[in-house]
């Protein structure tokens, strides 16, 4: 059965998750976002507050252990706490590259606070280096995607807020000096970006709360709809029986493995700050994704789960 590969210790709100290999050790680390699901309070302050946390599987994923919380993500001379979300950790030019969503203070409400793309670079992964505020066009932008496409550029994707919740991107030679290009997809609000190749084709997923919208290109700029959605049906554990969240991805010589996270508990009302602890809690896990005629594919029972399934040297 589809149970989770992880579930955050500390507040059971694990949520976000990226994947990376820790080049030349073996290891794969899982940042994510640790929502304070524990946390009691009347508004939407269990979202906000939150750190990014790791694990680490030195099994390729059969076990993933915590390592805590990552520290220096805030601006010198601001203490917090204040609300880190939704890391994305790529690796290009030798470093580590981390680009997360970053808040001030603890909001108690989802509207009116400014959120915005900062960028941080690591050479080890355990210890993060702040580089700056990322303009994107907007000061309300979350839930950043980066990958390098095949014209050489750096392309990072991200929600837009501020244009009814809906997809926009920037575009680098390096990294670190952007260039917002507009909107890249429209229509119903979503959020959750994440770009790679995978079957000979690029694809964009995004999270669109009952389940996954999937986009194909040649190009990793155009993009193509592709009919239905990701991870809508429920999967067999009891863990794993609601829609697939927010995910990212892992591409292998074949396949592609997608991480993503539910709330087992969660009956369909809006997640507001009354929100039962049940519905709250979070769990990670991962499917299989396939692509074949041009159709991406995902299975969240594939056989081997329980075991080894990440690459490894």
Same mark, same amino acid.
């Given at each position: 059965?589809?149970?989770?590969?992880?579930?955050?210790?500390?507040?059971?709100?694990?949520?976000?998750?990226?994947?990376?290999?820790?080049?030349?050790?073996?290891?794969?680390?899982?940042?994510?976002?640790?929502?304070?699901?524990?946390?009691?309070?009347?508004?939407?302050?269990?979202?906000?507050?939150?750190?990014?946390?790791?694990?680490?599987?030195?099994?390729?994923?059969?076990?993933?252990?915590?390592?805590?919380?990552?520290?220096?993500?805030?601006?010198?001379?601001?203490?917090?706490?204040?609300?880190?979300?939704?890391?994305?950790?790529?690796?290009?030019?030798?470093?580590?590259?981390?680009?997360?969503?970053?808040?001030?203070?603890?909001?108690?409400?989802?509207?009116?606070?400014?959120?915005?793309?900062?960028?941080?670079?690591?050479?080890?992964?355990?210890?993060?280096?702040?580089?700056?505020?990322?303009?994107?066009?907007?000061?309300?932008?979350?839930?950043?995607?980066?990958?390098?496409?095949?014209?050489?550029?750096?392309?990072?994707?991200?929600?837009?807020?501020?244009?009814?919740?809906?997809?926009?991107?920037?575009?680098?030679?390096?990294?670190?000096?952007?260039?917002?290009?507009?909107?890249?997809?429209?229509?119903? %609000?979503?959020?959750? $970006?994440?770009?790679? !190749?995978? @079957?000979?084709?690029?694809?964009?997923? =995004?999270?669109?709360?009952? *389940? +996954?919208?999937?986009?194909?290109?040649?190009?990793?700029?155009?993009?193509?709809?592709?009919?239905?959605?990701?991870?809508?049906? %429920?999967?067999?554990? $009891?863990?794993?029986? !609601?829609? @697939?969240?927010?995910?990212?991805?892992? =591409?292998?010589?074949?396949? *592609? +493995?997608?991480?993503?996270?539910?709330?087992?508990?969660?009956?369909?009302?809006?997640?507001?700050?009354?929100?039962?602890?049940?519905?709250?809690?979070?769990?990670?896990?991962?499917?299989?994704?396939?692509?074949?005629?041009?159709?991406?594919?995902?299975?969240?029972?594939?056989?081997?789960?329980?075991?080894?399934?990440?690459?490894?040297?």
């Amino acid at each position: 059965m589809g149970a989770p590969i992880y579930r955050d210790e500390l507040w059971e709100g694990a949520s976000d998750p990226t994947v990376i290999e820790r080049e030349g050790t073996g290891e794969w680390w899982m940042f994510y976002t640790q929502r304070r699901a524990l946390l009691e309070g009347t508004g939407v302050e269990w979202v906000h507050g939150s750190r990014i946390a790791v694990a680490v599987s030195t099994d390729g994923g059969a076990s993933w252990r915590y390592r805590g919380v990552v520290d220096g993500l805030d601006p010198e001379g601001d203490p917090g706490p204040n609300t880190h979300w939704a890391p994305e950790v790529v690796r290009f030019g030798g470093r580590y590259h981390m680009y997360l969503t970053w808040i001030a203070g603890i909001p108690d409400a989802w509207a009116g606070h400014e959120r915005h793309v900062v960028h941080f670079e690591s050479e080890t992964l355990e210890s993060w280096t702040r580089v700056g505020r990322i303009d994107v066009g907007t000061d309300f932008a979350i839930d950043a995607a980066v990958a390098r496409t095949p014209d050489g550029l750096l392309r990072l994707w991200f929600k837009n807020e501020q244009a009814d919740s809906t997809t926009f991107s920037a575009v680098s030679d390096d990294g670190y000096d952007w260039a917002p290009t507009g909107l890249v997809i429209g229509g119903a %609000p979503h959020e959750g $970006p994440n770009v790679f !190749e995978l @079957g000979g084709w690029w694809w964009l997923i =995004v999270d669109e709360w009952r *389940g +996954l919208g999937v986009y194909r290109g040649t190009d990793g700029v155009r993009w193509e709809r592709q009919n239905g959605l990701l991870l809508a049906e %429920p999967g067999a554990d $009891p863990l794993d029986r !609601e829609v @697939g969240r927010h995910a990212s991805v892992v =591409v292998g010589q074949e396949a *592609g +493995l997608l991480f993503y996270f539910t709330h087992p508990g969660f009956d369909g009302v809006e997640l507001e700050g009354a929100t039962p602890l049940s519905a709250r809690r979070t769990a990670i896990h991962v499917a299989r994704l396939s692509v074949s005629d041009g159709v991406l594919a995902a299975d969240r029972e594939f056989p081997g789960k329980s075991r080894r399934f990440l690459p490894s040297d």
